[in-house]
């Protein structure tokens, strides 16, 4: 069952295009969450919502931006593409869970984006 | 600066014998540690955690320690199969801030 999904799964697009990248979830959560994912650098987190009003930078988030349509939504854009962005991008989502320190997250299938 | 450092991009294992796979840390405020399998066009999916007031965790097969005065821990997998050859990636969070920051991923091969 895909609880976390992302579209699209796959794109090629040309330097200084606008792409947005798009998550849904079903799991209720209220955090969701934007990583790239780069040979030997392992995920690096870029934007991240604890709730709809609450939108924060992560370590790499120049050059991006997030939206968080509703709850269950949470989109990612690059407003002018460039090649060091090509990458494949993660929308992960977590709730917390009080004193059980649920720190889990849970992932989508990922975004493989080429900027040409 | 890396705060979480998978030192071996890659582990072969033969099948039934123990994967251990490591992960060092440098920032002593992580209390909360978490090891992830990623198969390829797959996300990442979570294994196993551990808090910081605990130095095992364990869950069938698989084992994590904790060394806090290392500041490293490590994943047990016995007896390791052909399907947990995967990469995996270990991550560390700090409070209550729900950041995970991850380590660079150990590819497993487990063969025949």
């Known amino acids: 069952d895909a609880d976390v999904t992302q579209t699209p799964r796959n794109r090629i697009t040309k330097t200084g295009k606008r792409i947005m990248l798009e998550c849904s979830q079903t799991?209720?959560?209220?955090?969701m969450y934007w990583y790239r994912q780069d040979p030997g650098l392992g995920l690096r987190l870029i934007y991240y919502s604890f709730d709809v009003k609450d939108i924060n930078k992560g370590e790499i988030s120049d050059g991006y931006s997030v939206s968080r349509q509703a709850q269950a939504k949470f989109s990612l854009s690059l407003e002018s593409a460039i090649p060091n962005q090509t990458a494949l991008y993660f929308c992960?989502?977590?709730?917390?869970?009080?004193?059980?320190?649920?720190?889990?997250?849970?992932f989508g299938p990922g975004t493989r984006l080429t900027v040409l | 600066d890396q705060q979480v450092k998978q030192n071996s991009p890659s582990l072969s294992v033969q099948e039934g014998r123990i994967s251990i796979l490591n992960c060092d840390y440098t920032n002593s405020m992580f209390d909360y540690f978490l090891w992830y399998k990623k198969y390829p066009a797959e996300g990442p999916t979570f294994l196993i955690s551990?808090?910081?007031?605990?130095d095992k965790n364990e869950d069938g097969r698989f084992t994590v320690f904790l060394n806090k005065s290392a500041k490293h821990l490590s994943l047990h997998i016995v007896p390791s199969q052909p399907g947990d050859s995967a990469v995996y990636f270990c991550?560390?969070?700090?409070?209550?801030?729900?950041?995970?920051?991850f380590g660079t991923g150990t590819r497993l091969q487990v063969f025949p």
């Open positions: 799991k209720g959560h209220d955090r």
């Open positions: 551990i808090s910081s007031i605990k």
């Open positions: 992960a989502t977590s709730h917390r869970t009080g004193k059980s320190q649920g720190h889990e997250q849970f």
């Open positions: 991550a560390a969070s700090e409070g209550n801030t729900d950041k995970l920051i």
